[in-house]
């Protein structure tokens, strides 16, 4: 099946500093990725999402100067989370989904702010 | 708004036992029904889907059942394995004008001791 690869898979940072997680669609293009949050034993909390070319579209609530989204390409998404604070620690997975409309996962990426 | 709710976990059974993890929803339209399943450590994975009413969705011996009078899209298998252990996400497809946005329920874990 399709592969969607996460990095980094784990990354520790000082709070203030400001962290980049991309996710790549290995073996397809996908023209829309989605970016998630998830606090631990909770679901998955819908960021934004990522098209290719444009914008992202932001879900309520979510700062749009905190955590930066760039669709460059067919195949990579990156999320930056600026000036990080612990509160910020979470694991953020991130989507993309297929040309037929099916979606795949990548493997998340667990942020720790110190 | 559209939402899914599933059952509070954690869920721990013996090897061999039935499973149930009890699903349903709310929405405006026909959403399509989804089961994700998420191993430790790893990114979530398609189970298994079902796109219209009494569609069953089935895949390594789960099933689950599109209920639209009942609004529900229960999991079941017959014989639960240690390797079985993980969270499972109910979620809804929500049609939008270009892409679907999925919606996920607060999952499910389960854990299986031989």
Same mark, same amino acid.
């Given at each position: 099946g399709a592969v969607v690869s996460q990095h980094p898979s784990w990354v520790i940072c000082k709070s203030g500093t400001s962290v980049k997680i991309e996710c790549r669609s290995l073996d397809f293009?996908?023209?829309?990725?989605?970016?998630?949050?998830?606090?631990p034993k909770q679901s998955l909390m819908l960021m934004a999402?990522?098209?290719?070319?444009?914008?992202?579209?932001?879900?309520?609530?979510?700062?749009?100067d905190k955590f930066l989204i760039n669709h460059a390409s067919l195949?990579?998404? !990156?999320? !930056?989370?600026?000036s990080a604070h612990p509160e910020d620690s979470s694991f953020y997975?991130?989507?993309a989904l297929t040309f037929t409309g099916e979606l795949f996962f990548g493997e998340g990426s667990r942020l720790t702010v110190l | 708004g559209n939402s899914v709710t599933q059952m509070e976990g954690?869920?721990?059974l013996s090897e061999e036992a039935f499973l149930t993890i009890n699903c349903t929803y709310t929405a405006t339209g026909?959403?399509?029904?989804?089961w994700y399943v998420q191993y430790p450590g790893e990114g979530l994975q398609l189970l298994l889907k079902a796109t219209k009413a009494d569609d069953k969705g089935s895949n390594k011996g789960f099933e689950a059942t599109y209920r639209k009078e009942t609004t529900s899209f229960h999991?079941?298998?017959?014989?639960?394995?240690?390797s079985d252990s993980a969270?499972?996400?109910?979620?809804?497809?929500?049609?939008?004008?270009?892409?679907d946005k999925v919606i996920f329920g607060p999952g499910t874990s389960l854990s299986v001791i031989p």
């Open positions: 293009q996908a023209t829309t990725m989605f970016w998630y949050r998830q606090f999402t990522s098209n290719e070319g444009s914008k992202a579209t932001y879900e309520q609530g979510v700062e749009k195949t990579l998404s !990156t999320l !930056t989370v600026t997975i991130c989507s | 954690p869920v721990t026909y959403p399509s029904l989804f999991l079941e298998k017959g014989s639960v394995q240690v969270v499972y996400f109910c979620a809804l497809s929500q049609p939008g004008t270009s892409y």
